[in-house]
């Protein structure tokens, strides 16, 4: 089934230059590139994509993290896309994720793993309809 994700490269990547490495690893694996765009999130946008955790301890520093730097959000669509970039972005602690993953591969620590993916299709819709309008997308 073809399905769309959204992809954030977080402030630690774009700080180091990652940003076209994590969309180069996403594209080889098959996913096509449908909307991209660099901004800076603020904290009413923060909060609103990560509503889901509101509630738990870490939801301050989430969202503090994410609206402290630019980031990229790209949505990508493919064959099971949803759940093929979850693997490829590896566990979200990168010292648990395996090699080769881009949380392994690029990831710091367990606020600062370089990447946001939707973990649902249903998420992913909501997500990107946070940050691209209809017609920011584009379908080959």
Excluded: C, Q, W
């Amino acid at each position: 089934m073809i399905e769309r994700s959204l992809v954030l490269v977080k402030p630690d990547a774009m700080e180091r230059g990652l940003s076209g490495e994590i969309v180069k690893r996403i594209e080889e694996a098959g996913m096509t590139l449908i909307g991209i765009k660099m901004l800076h999130m603020d904290m009413a946008l923060a909060e609103r994509h990560y509503a889901p955790h509101r509630e738990k301890p870490f939801f301050k520093s989430l969202t503090s993290y994410i609206s402290s730097a630019p980031i990229v959000a790209a949505v990508f669509e493919g064959e099971g896309a949803v759940e093929r970039i979850r693997k490829l972005m590896g566990t979200t602690d990168p010292a648990k994720a395996a090699e080769g993953t881009i949380r392994g591969d690029l990831g710091i620590d367990i606020e600062h793993n370089s990447v946001h993916g939707s973990d649902s299709v249903e998420t992913a819709k909501n997500e990107i309809d946070l940050f691209f309008k209809k017609d920011e997308l584009f379908i080959y």
